[in-house]
């Protein structure tokens, strides 16, 4: 993946966060506020194998961010959702030029 392309996934990892918002947060935090939990994930390549796989990294990632009582459960179907979004836009991004 290109550097460009790197930055536009991340970014849309960011967004997608902020869009399925597992902490309940876009009510009262810019837009951004998923950054962290997005780099954290892009840190641990080992995660994007599959949906499920990465689905369980989202919510240890959030877990650990935000405390296990401050989001949704681990069986909430928000994570294997978001998942699925975030390896499509993975698979686009790899295909920019």
């Not at 960011?14 to 876009?26: C, H, I, R, S």
Request: include cysteine; aromatic fraction near 12%; glycine fraction near 6%.
């Amino acid at each position: 993946m290109t550097k460009k392309a790197a930055t536009r996934f991340y970014e849309i990892m960011t967004e997608l966060f902020f869009m399925y918002d597992p902490a309940g947060l876009n009510d009262i935090c810019p837009a951004d506020e998923y950054a962290p939990e997005a780099g954290m994930l892009l840190a641990r390549p080992e995660l994007f194998i599959d949906q499920q796989t990465l689905a369980q990294g989202i919510y240890a990632t959030c877990a650990v961010c935000f405390g296990a009582r401050n989001i949704l459960s681990p069986s909430d179907e928000v994570y294997e959702s978001l998942a699925k979004e975030i390896l499509f836009a993975r698979e686009v991004c790899d295909g920019m030029a």
